[in-house]
């Protein structure tokens, strides 16, 4: 498995082809005969929405796409990016491993989309297969005038972080503990010139963040905190942007066990904010976007055992603030306020945090897109907004009333770590919030995370959901899209 895209200018005769087109004469320049173009002009007449053809030539596929017009861009995108994987399953059964995109409607986005599209849908976990299913990697190759060689760089680069963010998501618990996140932080920022520092355990006592070590505390595995930089010199914002990912390598509840069918099943996926923090750092400094950005990752398993935390406990949190625990599975935001309340030494012009955490996020809205609140002003909102458009990573905006804070009032401690039955997934983010006083935004990515039946070029598994959302949104406040 694997991929190689770059741009080239002459269309190979022998490669599987894939064109993007508006006027159906224009395929006559191809290896198209006239009964095909024939076809799709009479399929296209019967069938209005149909806009995919696919002509197998034995040797190679001739693959058409008609772009959807009169609908917003990013929405014939997303469905460009929805065909490719279909593309990309015949592809993979016919062994075809090089494949040309052809540009014919002049539109960027359109062939940007088509190659991330493809792209990520060839993404497989196979580390632990005794036979690697496709060992092949897949050529691609773009031949389009409204794009340079640098933008199709740009992009392997982004869906090789992609990549890297669900290999993460992907390993289970038993690699992947909270040192070894700490090992292969201070790897990729060796690879991609960020800088990178790992807190151990006696480093993250003597903080005193005491959300991490108590969830750390039925363990046997000692927690981490890392701490990633990238700044460049001309780096656009003169406040860091700080983004925060929940670090939990397996979620078992602790001593509230996961009993419920089915709900522990999945919970190696509970570190894929912090997976989704390293890979952006990896893709914002591969590519050498000016901005200057900070990401933290507190890292824990949450695990019964001897020593494990037990509702009723009072925990001294970083900031001070004390915490009655409720309920030990509500554990994401013990560590993640830790980290967010340390963000403050950064002096932060913005804090994102993405976290698997909570179930009722995803009850709300499914898999189909991410769950955001926060303080932030409506410009960030709106910029994100667009940027999870742009990218199919869209977010559904919850309120942020302050209504919901009495629901975290506690008896005994300045607050309790869960509300109650109602708004689950909001007084989650409001629990957040208040270890900042920065402009804060809380992604809730436990719907789209880790999918357990594949969807498109989302795959099944790890996702990396938000490295394209947080890529483009950076992005785009580097060279803002015309209004
Ligand atoms: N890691 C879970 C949330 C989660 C659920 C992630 C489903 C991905 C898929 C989180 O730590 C958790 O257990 N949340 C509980 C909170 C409950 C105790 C109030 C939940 O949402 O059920
Ligand atoms: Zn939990
Ligand atoms: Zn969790």
């Not at 040797?59 to 008609?66: E, G, H, K, P, Q």
């Not at 554990?331 to 179930?359: H, K, V």
């Not at 742009?390 to 942020?400: K, L, M, N, S, V």
């Amino acid at each position: 498995m694997g991929i190689n895209i770059r741009s080239t200018i002459e269309v190979p005769l022998e490669a599987s082809k894939i064109f993007l087109v508006a006027d159906f004469s224009l395929l006559s320049d191809f290896q198209f005969s006239g009964n095909e173009i024939d076809y799709i002009n009479r399929k296209k007449a019967e069938e209005k929405e149909r806009d995919l053809f696919i002509f197998n030539r034995y040797d190679f596929l001739l693959v058409v796409i008609i772009p959807e017009l009169g609908i917003p861009i990013t929405e014939a995108a997303e469905k460009i990016r929805r065909n490719s994987a279909l593309i990309q399953k015949s592809l993979k059964e016919e062994k075809f491993n090089r494949v040309a995109l052809i540009d014919l409607v002049g539109s960027k986005d359109f062939i940007l989309a088509l190659a991330e599209g493809l792209s990520l849908s060839c993404y497989l976990f196979d580390k632990y297969k005794s036979k690697q299913e496709n060992p092949e990697s897949l050529e691609i190759e773009v031949i389009s005038r409204s794009f340079t060689g640098c933008e199709v760089t740009r992009l392997r680069k982004v869906v090789e972080a992609v990549f890297f963010a669900r290999d993460l998501v992907n390993e289970p618990g038993a690699f992947l503990t909270a040192n070894r996140i700490g090992e292969i932080v201070s790897d990729t920022a060796k690879k991609h010139g960020f800088t990178a520092e790992v807190y151990n355990k006696e480093k993250i006592e003597e903080v005193k963040m005491g959300g991490l070590l108590g969830v750390n505390r039925g363990s046997v595995e000692p927690p981490t905190f890392s701490i990633l930089q990238w700044k460049p010199d001309q780096a656009i914002n003169s406040k860091p942007y700080v983004v925060i990912g929940k670090g939990v390598t397996f979620d078992t509840g602790g001593i509230n066990l996961k009993t419920a069918p089915g709900s522990i099943d999945t919970m190696k996926c509970d570190m894929s904010g912090a997976a989704t923090v390293l890979a952006l750092l990896a893709a914002v400094s591969a590519n050498q976007l000016p901005v200057h950005v900070i990401g933290l990752i507190p890292a824990t398993d949450n695990r019964l055992g001897g020593n494990a935390m037990v509702p009723g406990d009072i925990l001294t949190m970083h900031d001070g603030t004390t915490v009655e625990i409720i309920n030990t599975d509500a554990e994401g935001r013990l560590i993640l306020a830790d980290a967010i309340s340390y963000a403050r030494g950064f002096d932060p012009g913005l804090i994102i945090d993405l976290a698997t955490l909570t179930g009722s996020a995803a009850m709300a809205i499914g898999t189909h897109g991410m769950v955001g609140m926060g303080t932030a002003n409506k410009e960030v909102m709106e910029n994100l907004t667009v940027a999870g458009e742009a990218t199919g990573e869209r977010i559904a905006w919850f309120p942020f009333w302050s209504d919901y804070d009495e629901a975290l009032k506690s008896e005994v401690a300045d607050m309790k770590n869960l509300g109650g039955r109602e708004a689950g997934a909001i007084t989650a983010g409001k629990f957040l919030s208040r270890f900042t006083s920065a402009p804060f935004i809380h992604l809730d990515i436990a719907g789209p995370a880790y999918l357990t039946t594949r969807a498109n070029y989302r795959g099944i598994g790890g996702t990396g959901v938000g490295v394209r959302l947080l890529y483009k949104f950076f992005e785009s406040l580097v060279s803002p899209p015309p209004k």
